[in-house]
Each structure stands twice: as structure tokens, then as C-alpha cells.
């Protein structure tokens, strides 16, 4: 269940808002002013923001700024009076993800909050999926670095780790040793050296030997 965030002093329009988006099914919390609405967005887990321009204390585009300036990611819709072109331009540009003016209609509304909770949801699974490299039974997880055959967890070096990477990423592509050698060890390595035929070897021992194949006279592939 989604959890709502309103920023607005104007308590008919904050109770408005809140049983409008109760009644279908968000959680929600009111603040009404700036200060209160950076501490409450940081402090607690809220999946989107209403925020309200002419706040007491400290302005909406300030908290827009410093909110966007401490890394909060989460959809943040504008709603305010200010209709002039110059102050939307200024919304979005200083980091909101939508600007409604009032009057405003409470469906139209809430079809925006809902597109912005779809979208970001999608931005953050995709996100997450290209974290994860697959191949057949073998997952690298790139933000935890942690490698498995199947269910299986498998220990690698720093070293191994990143060469297993390079042939997920490039999956059937005969890999030169000089290629290796310069996505794993970097372009000032020896060239004559035998270390990515070491590696290899490592990565078969704890990955399975048939997962890279040995292209003869030219290098390395990762099989299908």
C-alpha cells in the first residue's frame, strides 16, 4: 500500500486531499510547513509527495531543492496556486516530477499520482534487473557482488568477479586474451603474460568447466 506525503497549510484542502487519496486505498500523512516535510520525507519511507509552494517557514521550491539535494528519488508533485509559466518552468527544473495548479480536480489529480507511483516503480525494477547478470544457472549480482550457480553461492576474487562480468557481457563473442586483458587488467598489462589463461582456469574450477570454451588460436567464449 502506497504511502502518500501531504505538504499543505491550508487544512480545507489538506483534509480534502487526505480522504480523497484514503478512500482509494493510499496511506497518508499531512505537514504544513517546509521544515516539517524535510525532516518527515527523509526520516519516513513515503512513496510519493504533494507539496504545496506557499508553505510558512521556508518555501516549497527550498524544500523541493534541499529534498532533491540530499538524494530523496521518490515522485514529487507541486500543487499551488502559482500559474505563471515561469514558476512551472522553475518546479520542474528545480526537480519536480509533475506541477498541478489549483483549482484542480481530484481525479485528474490522482491519475497523475498514479501514473508517477507506476512509472517510478518500473525506473526502479529496471534499475535493479541491470544489476543482475544471467547466464543459463550462473547469476552475477553486481550491486552485492555476489556470484551463484543456481542457489548455489560461490566465492571470487575481486579479479575472477570482474572477468566472469566481462564474458556475461558479452555472451557468444570470442574474447581475445588481449581484450581480457585489457577489460580485466587494463591496457599497460604485459601482453605476453599467461594470466588470463590462469584466470580461466580459475573460473572453470569454481564455475563449471564447460561454462567458457577455449576458441583455439584466438581465445575464449562463454558457451550458450
Known amino acids: 500500500m502506497n504511502r502518500i506525503l501531504i505538504v499543505e497549510d491550508e487544512p480545507r484542502i489538506a483534509a480534502f ?18 521544515q516539517a516535510a524535510i525532516r518527515f520525507a527523509i526520516e519516513d519511507e513515503f ?17 523541493l531543492e534541499e529534498l532533491r539535494g540530499q538524494g530523496f528519488q521518490k515522485p514529487i508533485i507541486i500543487l499551488t496556486a502559482r500559474d505563471d509559466v515561469n514558476d512551472k518552468v522553475n518546479g520542474l527544473e528545480h526537480g519536480a516530477d509533475d506541477y498541478v495548479t489549483k483549482p484542480f480536480h481530484f481525479d485528474e489529480l490522482l491519475a497523475r499520482v498514479r501514473v508517477r507511483l507506476r512509472t517510478n516503480k518500473n525506473s526502479m525494477a529496471s534499475a535493479q534487473s541491470d544489476m543482475v547478470l544471467q547466464r543459463q544457472n550462473l547469476r552475477l549480482d553486481l550491486r552485492t557482488r555476489r556470484v551463484y550457480i543456481g542457489d548455489r553461492s560461490v566465492e571470487l576474487s575481486a579479479r575472477e568477479f570482474t572477468l566472469a562480468e566481462t564474458f556475461l557481457r558479452h555472451p557468444d563473442q570470442v574474447m581475445s586474451r588481449e581484450q581480457l586483458l585489457n577489460h580485466v587488467w587494463g591496457y599497460d598489462y604485459d601482453p605476453g603474460s599467461n594470466i588470463v589463461d590462469v584466470y580461466v582456469g580459475y573460473l572453470r574450477k569454481k564455475l563449471g568447466d564447460d561454462l567458457i570454451e577455449t576458441v583455439r588460436g584466438v581465445g575464449y567464449r562463454m558457451r550458450s
Open 47 to 63: 512513496d510519493l509527495i504533494i507539496l504545496d509552494l506557499g508553505l510558512p517557514g521556508k518555501d516549497g521550491l527550498l524544500v
Open 17 to 34: 486531499l487526505e480522504k480523497g487519496f484514503r478512500a482509494n486505498g493510499f496511506i497518508t500523512a499531512i505537514v504544513q510547513d517546509g
